[in-house]
Nanobody
Framework: QVQLVETGGGLVQAGGSLRLSCAASGLTFSTSAMGWFRQAPGKEREFVAA????????DYEESVKGRFTISRDNAKNTVYLQMNSLSPEDTAVYYCGAGLNRRQLTNGRPAYWGQGTQVTVSS
C-alpha cells in the first residue's frame, strides 16, 4: 500500500530553518505530483506547497513564498520542504501528500496523506 513518511520536524527558534523530508513507497513516485500541507491548532488543514512529477513546476501558499522551497529527488522517492525564516505562525503539524497533478494538491485533495510531523517555532 502507499506510504508517505515525514521526518525532520522539531522545535526551532524564530528566524531559524528546518528541512522536512517525505519518503514515499507503494506508488509510482516519478509520475506523482507531491505536496506539503499544514494544520495549526484549532485551524483547518491548509495547502503549503506542491511540485510537479518532474520537479519543474511548483506552487506555494502566499505566506510562505520566498521562505519555503519544495524540491524532490525521484531517484530517492523523496520530496523535501526547506523552511527558512520561520516564525511562530508556522507552528503546525506538516503533512505530505501525493496526487495525480498539482491542481489536485492545491485544491487540498491529494490521493494519499502522510501521518504528519510536528513543527514548533518558538518566539
Amino acid at each position: 500500500q502507499v506510504q508517505l513518511v515525514e521526518t525532520g520536524g522539531g522545535l526551532v527558534q524564530a528566524g531559524g530553518s528546518l528541512r522536512l523530508s517525505c519518503a514515499a513507497s507503494g506508488l509510482t513516485f516519478s509520475t506523482s505530483a507531491m505536496g506539503w500541507f499544514r494544520q495549526a491548532p484549532g485551524k483547518e488543514r491548509e495547502f503549503v506547497a506542491a511540485i510537479s512529477s518532474g520537479g519543474s513546476n511548483t506552487d506555494y501558499e502566499e505566506s510562505v513564498k520566498g521562505r519555503f522551497t519544495i524540491s524532490r529527488d525521484n531517484a530517492k522517492n523523496t520530496v523535501y520542504l526547506q523552511m527558512n525564516s520561520l516564525s511562530p505562525e508556522d507552528t503546525a503539524v506538516y503533512y505530505c501528500g501525493a496526487g495525480l497533478n498539482r491542481r489536485q494538491l492545491t485544491n487540498g485533495r491529494p490521493a494519499y496523506w502522510g501521518q504528519g510531523t510536528q513543527v514548533t517555532v518558538s518566539s
